[in-house]
């Protein structure tokens, strides 16, 4: 299996290094980290999409927006349809059709943007996420991470809940369907109750586990202790339903990153020097 990394959607909020930990201008640069996975015999793979073209187009719609105005604003969103995981593929030289499986780690808005341009696709996602995001929805904040115009004309759902054998000390979801037994889910609830990352297995054996939003921050991976800006340390804590379930996975995930980071690298959606270093095929 061949991976490319993709920025599917940058975010430049206000703060600088307050949040993104580089940056001297008064903007930060955050990226949208997807993963693009070539197979032999299951066509192409997205984890997840960031944003589609209709967010680009029309993201504030007058009635239920697709890009919710307050984090539009929050984040700086920079809405570029080059960014588009549609338009980097094309780039790539391959057919949206040629997209046949999603897996979404989540189904916040900044994820889940691009579904509907792959309309053949199956879209893979955890049984609680989907739910959550289908469902009513109670409070500012879960109002406005999962958009209904993003998920509802997506017709192609497999939905899981049970749990399988353990990875590296972690319960997954294997043998998701129509998929190869080396792309697995790896439940890490917080964020949202049906968070998930998804763990690759390249070809050479060594696993690449895309932990969307477990974390933010490369500074809470590959070091004993944990540091975290402080603007992306409060976006985490705003951002989630359960800090416990939070704090914890990502006290398992930054054990792993070190006992195991000769067979497993991590990195989460939004951080991007981690980004960088992984499209350069050198990751931290």
Known sequence: MRIHHLNCGTDCPLGGALFDGRSAAPLATL?????????????????????????????????????????????????????????????????????????????????????????????????????????????????????????DNVQHWRRYGA?????????????????????????LPGHTWGHAGVAVRRDDGHWLLHAGDAYFYRGEMRRARRHCTPGLRAYQRLMQVDATSRLRNQERLRALSIEQRGDVTITCSHDPVEFEHCHAGHPL
């Open 163 to 187: 749990r399988g054998e353990p990875w590296f000390g972690f319960d997954t979801v294997r043998d998701l369907e129509g998929l190869p037994p080396e792309i697995l889910f790896v439940p």
């Open 31 to 151: 990226v949208g980290h997807c993963l693009l996975i070539e197979t032999d015999a299951h066509g192409l793979v997205l984890v997840d999409t960031g944003f589609g073209l209709r967010d680009v187009a029309n993201p504030h719609a007058r009635h239920d927006p697709r890009v919710p105005r307050p984090w539009r604003l929050m984040l700086n969103i920079q809405l570029r349809e080059s960014e588009t995981a549609i338009r980097q593929i094309e780039a790539l030289g391959h057919r949206p059709a040629d997209v046949r499986h999603i897996i979404v780690t989540h189904l916040d808005f900044d994820h889940a943007g691009g579904l509907e341009d792959f309309p053949g696709a199956m879209v893979h996602v955890m049984q609680r996420e989907y739910d959550d995001a289908t469902g009513p929805q109670a409070g500012f904040v879960a109002r406005n991470r999962w958009r209904g115009p993003q998920l």
